[in-house]
């Protein structure tokens, strides 16, 4: 059975960093394309980024250029988006996807065939 695990969210103040994790069971991510998601309160699901472990090959919207950024780990199979400056706009349910296929363009929701639950992000001013 395959699995997308989301953990780190949780409470920050404006301007600090939180490392987020999306750990894989059933699959190996070097074999996939894996995004990142945020959906905030009452909007609608954003794309941040897409990574491919396999070559270090990253996109990222320009939401959160120069902010966050995404790693992988194939040992631990396991990616991971470090978001650093956060701001209270930031704030929302963090997700990771799992396309199959090594490319970070289109970058989005498109092909996407295993979603991790999510974990909370709140960022406070």
């Known amino acids: 059975q395959v699995q997308l695990q989301e953990s780190g969210g949780g409470l920050v103040q404006a301007g600090g960093s939180l490392r987020l994790s999306c750990a894989a069971s059933?699959?190996?991510?070097?074999?996939?394309?894996i995004a990142w998601f945020r959906q905030a309160p009452e909007k609608e699901r954003e794309v941040l980024g897409c990574?491919?472990?396999?070559?270090?090959?990253?996109f990222y919207k320009d939401s959160v250029k120069g902010r966050f950024t995404m790693s992988s780990d194939n040992s631990e199979n396991t990616m991971y988006l470090q978001m650093d400056s956060l701001k209270p706009e930031d704030t929302a349910v963090y997700s990771c996807?799992?396309?199959?296929?090594?490319?970070?363009?289109?970058?989005?929701?498109?092909?996407?065939?295993?979603w991790g639950k999510g974990t909370l992000v709140t960022v406070s001013t």
């Open positions: 996807a799992a396309r199959p296929g090594i490319s970070v363009r289109p970058c989005g929701p498109w092909g996407m065939e295993y």
């Open positions: 990574i491919t472990s396999s070559d270090d090959s990253t």
């Open positions: 059933g699959l190996r991510l070097r074999h996939y394309t």
